[in-house]
């Protein structure tokens, strides 16, 4: 099924099995996290009244995701997850002694792996609704908008929102979008043994 992974924008308002929401659920919570710190979250939206409230939290835009046409296509989604991260789980985990700092300091980091680890719940999600017959979409939510979704949901401030997967049956009348021609080289984005 990975090769049929797509993100899907128009879905029909037919509901998700629970059984199969609980099983992409499953598949997300086995990515792996930095350190076993686990310091991810998914508030799960299947209810219609919380996924209403969730699309309050979003206004229409003039471009981007939330061009209203579009807009309307993902809100049929009959399920939003959105996938948060908390960079102070991982800070408080690896200052435990078996990790050999004694420290927060956010400067040992390369890079934020709690925004890593979540992107990797994201894609499970993205591959297990693949698997179980359904389309998905990731997508972000603009910065200005995250103060209201985070009091809509009670989100604490400790945990940041990454992004969100739309899940649901796609709708078979919408148009495929063809992208091969965007598809850029694997030689230009495979190095092997120097750049």
Known sequence: MLRHRRMVRHFTDEPVADEILEAILAAALRAPSAGYSQGYALLVLSRPEDRTKFWATQPPTEQGAWDPALRAAIM???????????????????????????????????VPYWYVDAGFLALLMLLASVDLGLGALLFGLIPDDIPAFRAAFG??????PVGCVAIGHEDPA?????????????EELVHRGSW
């Open 155 to 160: 989100v604490p401030d400790s945990y940041d």
């Open 76 to 110: 049929r989604a009959p399920v939003v997850v959105a996938v948060l991260a908390s960079k102070d789980v991982y800070l408080n985990r690896y200052a435990q002694p078996d990790k050999g700092w004694t420290d927060r300091d956010e400067s040992r980091w390369p």
């Open 174 to 186: 919408a148009p495929l979008r063809d992208l091969r021609s965007r598809k850029r080289p694997s």
